[in-house]
């Protein structure tokens, strides 16, 4: 939920019976399923001004705050990524649903009626064997709201290799939207690539597609009690409904570390108004075995042929493209200027200026297999080949942006080392993934990774 600023973290009602938290007015709508009565409505909307009748009668009631970030964490709140509780609300506190330190949010559990009245969360310690992350025994955790209210649903839950990194939700808005409760929401879950941080943060792989069905594929999924949210046929004059954004810590490449839950007055019981989610500030950091330096062409212990076939070639007189072609082809090209198609171009050593470059590895017997903005949701094999793709209104003649053979993979399949010349002036060296999306355009918008892969060629050539 939206914090306020100041230090105090208090809530405050005023005389006109509405609800502040920092810069957010909130009230709280009363209503179960409406019936087509002329009373029951005329019931329904006194029941809805009461505690506002009521409100005006007091001066002035404080409260204080029950859940806020810790260090180190942000609240998705903060930029809009909140469901249900934007405008007002009525007795408002707020809560944090978070596991123990170094477990992950596994599922969620919840019931609901015309609003969202409860929901749960499942912990479990994910254990991580090189890149493969599993969790085995998930137990349930805090929760908030009713837990008589609504209707029971079916639990939402991850498959063992993932965690909870996100949400949407369908909103409910009654008379006006400036009342609205969160209804019902379905997770996202992102799969585990590296143990708990010592402050118990969870790394998941980020920024995959946003769609999927499938763990195996590396990008996240969708768990919903009912297969997916659907808006109810309800009364237009008496509510509306809308569907959030997708509200998500992956895009960080973390799990999320708690559910931010609202819990405010609903006629006679507490229910969950508005949910979002804390995530940890920032991006993980590079494992720190990674390897970072200068590969040696000559002494290297993977002895690549392509490293010693450009051992005695100038630092300075190759990129990222020569390298990976010097790889692909197993013999320097022609030129050195020559990138990645035959037609020599000095003008142009930082990259490929022309088009019909695109299908070099096509023509070579390489198949793309995905494009993604994370490396980490890819399965690789060493000797695949990743690519950088400009976006498409910044190509002007530079489809690929830089060039990587994957030289090392997790027993999942989960990228661990890409060796590149990181640029024309620097040398060949080898980089984790996370430290190669930092490198190379990581997240930002319109950039992709694509990965390619030669059935017929595998594997990495060696040096004798």
Not at 184 to 207: F, K, L, M, N, R
Not at 255 to 271: K, Q, W
Not at 301 to 312: A, C, I, T
Request: charged fraction near 15%.
């Amino acid at each position: 939920m939206v914090e306020p600023t100041t230090t105090s973290a208090l809530v405050v009602r005023n005389n006109s019976g509405y609800w502040r938290a920092g810069v957010h007015w909130r009230r709280m709508q009363p209503a179960r399923r409406p019936i087509l009565t002329l009373a029951s409505s005329f019931a329904f909307v006194l029941c809805f001004l009461c505690p506002l009748v009521h409100g005006r009668a007091q001066t002035q009631i404080i409260q204080p705050m029950a859940s806020t970030p810790r260090a180190g964490e942000v609240d998705t709140a903060d930029r809009g990524g909140q469901a249900g509780g934007k405008s007002l609300g009525i007795n408002y506190q707020l809560s944090a649903l978070r596991c123990g330190t170094g477990q992950a949010i596994v599922g969620a559990n919840l019931r609901r009626g015309d609003v969202l009245d409860f929901l749960q969360v499942a912990c479990a310690t994910p254990l991580c064997n090189g890149g493969n992350c599993q969790w085995s025994a998930a137990q349930w955790g805090p929760s908030g709201g009713n837990p008589y209210g609504g209707d029971a649903h079916p639990p939402m839950m991850c498959a063992q290799n993932q965690a909870v990194s996100g949400f949407r939700a369908r909103v409910v808005s009654f008379f006006t939207q400036r009342f609205d409760f969160a209804e019902d929401i379905e997770i996202e879950c992102s799969q585990i690539v590296a143990a708990p941080t010592a402050q118990g943060y969870v790394q998941v792989a980020s920024g995959a597609t946003q769609n999927s069905s499938s763990a195996q594929s590396g990008a996240p999924t969708w768990h919903h009690p009912e297969g997916g949210l659907s808006l109810d046929t309800i009364i237009p004059r008496w509510r509306t409904n809308s569907t959030t954004p997708i509200i998500s810590c992956a895009r960080r490449g973390w799990a999320a570390t708690a559910f931010s839950l609202g819990i405010s007055d609903f006629v006679s019981s507490r229910v969950v108004q508005a949910v979002s989610l804390y995530c940890p500030a920032g991006r993980p950091s590079a494992p720190s075995n990674v390897i970072n330096q200068c590969v040696n062409m000559q002494t290297d212990p993977l002895h690549l042929l392509v490293d010693s076939q450009l051992s005695g070639v100038s630092q300075r007189s190759y990129n990222c493209f020569h390298y990976v072609r010097t790889f692909i082809e197993r013999s320097p090209p022609s030129s050195i200027f020559s990138m990645w198609w035959d037609v020599p171009n000095s003008s142009e050593i930082e990259g490929p200026n022309w088009p019909e470059n695109f299908h070099y590895l096509e023509d070579k017997g390489y198949q793309e297999l995905a494009t993604s903005q994370s490396l980490q949701t890819f399965q690789a094999q060493v000797g695949d080949i990743v690519t950088v793709e400009s976006p498409p209104n910044e190509q002007k003649g530079f489809p690929y942006l830089h060039g990587a053979v994957v030289v090392e993979v997790s027993a999942s399949g989960q990228i661990v080392r890409l060796r590149q010349k990181t640029n024309v002036q620097d040398c060949v060296r080898d980089l984790d993934p996370v430290t190669f999306m930092t490198k190379y355009y990581g997240l930002l918008t319109g950039y992709y990774y694509e990965l390619w892969r030669n059935t017929q060629s595998q594997g990495l050539p060696r040096a004798n």
